[in-house]
């Protein structure tokens, strides 16, 4: 086994959004850091929210960190209110390092998972994810790679590459299977082949769009796809001054 | 930055059981953390500034300048120096006080934790009604500017507009604080942005021109023309511009990296408003002599504008007026209702009053509380007195916030590390305290006894419905 990779799960804890079906199955084998939040309004002091909502809050995150631990994950949890959901997921993922942020919806038991493959960028955190999670596992495991100007022999290169390496880590390797398609936008490719796995994993976009939670191109694919992405994170700036002082 | 020193919690309960609510355990850069739970802090720098800025700006250029150089001739330009350097003698103790407790409730919060809760009671329901006085004056300028517009339209309205209008967009900016989930910030920062384009072409300009560089032969005019005395009456009464920047301690508990957001965001909002300020006063008595523009009133800078540049300048500051005293009202609101909070959560005021409606997650009780009183007093349609009464009360809190820092400093307490420390202790906040409440006596009588009596009925409040809350961290 590999070490437990950490994934992060944000549930907007007091607007009805819970733990999906089938998330904690995929997430057994992950170290799981369980972010409730809960966005306020700027005419609302965010000390205000907690006055009123603490109790709820901590008893339904509560109720959610059981649900996963007894799935297998191990879990720590913070509660957060804030003014801006996308800040405080930002920071967690710094905080923890965590090497992947879960879209949460929901699932049927995971058995065939989609891995969207960019280039040779941030592989090692792909392979430290997918290995970690799915190693062992039974699960079956696709790599997609959507090539754009490279031959079919240099993304074959690429993709074996990979597996070569995910095999190390301890998935079976007839389990994986490798797919190539071109000349579609990469999240019309992955958002269309999801549609017959049980979740999909994927990069961040561009960074950007901070607009989105979750970066554009994985919001795209959760919206289309309707199932549970995991979006692997890029290596974290190694300078320690804070990234937003505006 | 962590800082884990923090007052103690508060003692004692109100007159319904209520206790004051415990302190965080500890303010880092990014939340503030109670026990298992973080509140992230999500306003930088340029939010900062533009809280600061936005809630100043619209009056000192678009109400006073009339007002001003009426009662003060050129010399205006001197009250409005002189308000700055208040402003910028308390703005140093409030930032240094906010590095060491950046807490929503800005100096009620301050004093109430050095001072004990009878102080911190007067100057907290001060501060919330001095909001309130001060945002029905903008809301009076908003109609003054609402009005114009008609006028310059060409159409005739069967009623007195100003109060009218006034009137009409109190109601409305309630009514949007409560039912709005609109980003309010991201929207503050880009009015902010426009007005200082604006007015940066427009000062620019005419300060240029005001100097004769295009040929222009400035109004001649003594610049002490109304003689020594109204300089400081004055300067009492445009005070009410300087108010904003306390509004940015009010949201401290927002603030990111808090000990360098703070007195950046404070200090510099001061300083850019007080340029704008002078420039505007010397340019406007470069235009008209002070006669002329007392008439032209509230709306004189539509006429200083259309005698630069015409009618497109006309337009540009109408528009202008329009957006600085829309956001200066709304950002008092927002204020008053964050100091409704401090208040309650200290048990000062009922915990209900901080509650928090589920269909749109705002404070509606504390933005009532703050739109409520605004309309009464927008009813009188005074712009001098509720500007005055609105200073008053903020000065007694600044002039307190001077008090503080003094008090803290001396006696030193464990949880008082401040990231910022003031210069020139104790010399410039004895003179900062001196400053603020020597400046109320230049006030007029009508508004000093309206700001007495808040402040008396402050205490007896305090005394019926929180006796026993004990605030003052231990020394």
Redesign the interface.
């Given at each position: 086994m590999t070490d437990r990779p950490t994934v992060l799960v944000p549930i907007r804890v007091l607007e009805g959004e819970s733990i999906p079906e089938g998330v904690p199955e995929l997430l057994t084998h992950a170290h799981v850091v369980l972010l409730g939040y809960h966005v306020?309004?700027?005419?609302?002091?965010?000390?205000?929210?907690?006055?009123?909502y603490?109790d709820r809050?901590?008893d339904r995150l509560e109720e959610f960190e059981e649900i996963l631990a007894e799935a297998g994950a191990t879990v720590e949890?913070?509660?957060?209110?804030?003014?801006?959901g996308q800040?405080?997921i930002n920071?967690m993922i710094i905080e923890h390092d965590c090497l992947a942020v879960l879209v949460p919806n929901a699932t049927g038991p995971p058995e065939d998972v989609l891995v969207a493959v960019r280039g040779t960028v941030g592989l090692d955190r792909l392979v430290r994810l997918v290995g970690g999670l799915f190693g062992d596992t039974g699960v079956a495991v696709t790599l997609l790679h959507v090539a754009e100007e490279e031959t079919d022999e240099d993304a074959n290169t690429l993709l074996d590459g990979l597996v070569a390496r995910l095999v190390e880590t301890g998935i079976d390797d007839g389990s994986i299977d490798t797919r190539i398609v071109r000349d579609t936008r990469p999240q019309d490719a992955i958002a269309d082949a999801a549609t017959e796995y049980d979740a999909v994993v994927m990069g961040e976009s561009d960074p950007s769009l901070a607009t989105f939670v979750f970066g554009l191109r994985a919001e795209q694919v959760a919206d289309q796809f309707l199932g549970p992405v995991l979006v692997v994170q890029r290596e974290p700036p190694t300078e320690t001054e804070?990234p937003?002082?505006? | 930055m962590t800082n884990e020193d923090e007052p103690t919690d508060g003692s004692g309960k109100n007159i319904e059981g209520e206790a004051p609510?415990t302190e965080p355990d500890a303010d880092t850069?990014?939340?503030?953390v109670?026990d298992?739970?973080?509140?992230?802090r999500?306003?930088?720098?340029?939010?900062g500034l533009s809280i600061g800025i936005g809630t100043m700006i619209g009056a000192g250029i678009f109400v006073f300048p009339g007002l001003a150089a009426g009662n003060a001739g050129p010399a205006a330009t001197l009250s409005f120096a002189i308000g700055g350097l208040i402003a910028l003698l308390v703005a140093l103790p409030a930032s240094e006080l906010a590095t060491a407790m950046p807490r929503?409730g800005g100096g009620y919060f301050f004093v109430s934790r050095s001072m004990g809760t009878a102080y911190g009671a007067v100057v907290g329901l001060g501060l919330w009604l001095g909001l309130v006085f001060a945002a029905a004056f903008y809301l009076v300028g908003l109609g003054f500017y609402a009005a114009a517009v008609f006028a310059e339209l060409g159409i005739g309205l069967p009623f007195d507009p100003v109060v009218v209008l006034g009137l009409l967009f109190g109601v409305a900016l309630t009514a949007l604080?409560?039912g709005?989930?609109e980003?309010?910030?991201k929207i503050q920062n880009i009015v902010v942005g426009i007005l200082l384009v604006i007015l940066t072409l427009f000062l620019s300009y005419g300060s240029l021109d005001a100097l004769g560089l295009f040929g222009r032969e400035s109004v001649p005019g003594q610049f002490f023309s109304q003689g020594y005395f109204p300089v400081l009456s004055t300067a009492a009464l445009v005070f009410t511009s300087y108010l904003g920047f306390a509004q940015v301690a009010t949201?401290a508990?927002?603030i990111?990296?808090p000990s360098r957001?703070l007195p950046l965001a404070m200090v510099g909002s001061v300083l850019v408003v007080t340029v704008f300020y002078v420039l505007t006063i010397f340019v406007a008595t470069s235009a008209f002599d002070a006669l002329a523009l007392e008439r032209l009133g509230e709306t004189a800078m539509v006429e200083v504008a259309r005698e630069f540049v015409g009618l497109p300048g006309a337009v540009a500051i109408l528009f202008a007026g329009l957006l600085a005293t829309f956001s200066s009202a709304n950002a008092s609101i927002?204020s008053a209702?964050?100091t409704v909070?401090a208040l309650s959560?200290d048990a000062l005021l009922p915990?209900k009053a901080?509650?928090?409606n589920l269909r749109?997650?705002?404070?509606h009780v504390a933005?009532l509380a703050a739109g409520g009183p605004i309309l009464v007093l927008v009813g009188t349609g005074e712009v001098a007195v509720l500007a005055e009464v609105a200073s008053f009360l903020h000065l007694i809190m600044y002039g307190l916030i001077c008090v503080a820092v003094i008090v803290l400093r001396r006696r030193d307490p464990d949880w008082y590390e401040p990231s910022f420390q003031m210069p020139g202790f104790p010399a410039l906040p004895a003179i900062g305290a001196v400053a603020s409440f020597g400046l109320v006596a230049f006030m007029q009588l009508p508004s000093i006894a309206i700001g007495g009596g808040v402040m008396a009925l402050s205490y007896v409040w305090y005394r019926y419905y929180a006796g026993s809350v004990e605030l003052r961290g231990d020394f």
């Open positions: 306020v309004p700027d005419q609302t002091a965010t000390g205000q929210a907690r006055m009123q603490e809050a901590t949890t913070r509660l957060v209110f804030t003014h801006e800040k405080t920071r804070s937003d002082d505006t | 609510e850069e990014d939340v503030t109670h298992d739970v973080e509140l992230e999500t306003i930088g720098l340029v939010g929503s604080s409560i709005g989930t980003n309010t910030a949201v508990g927002d990111k990296r957001n927002l209702s964050r909070y959560r915990r901080s509650d928090i749109y997650g705002t404070p933005l």
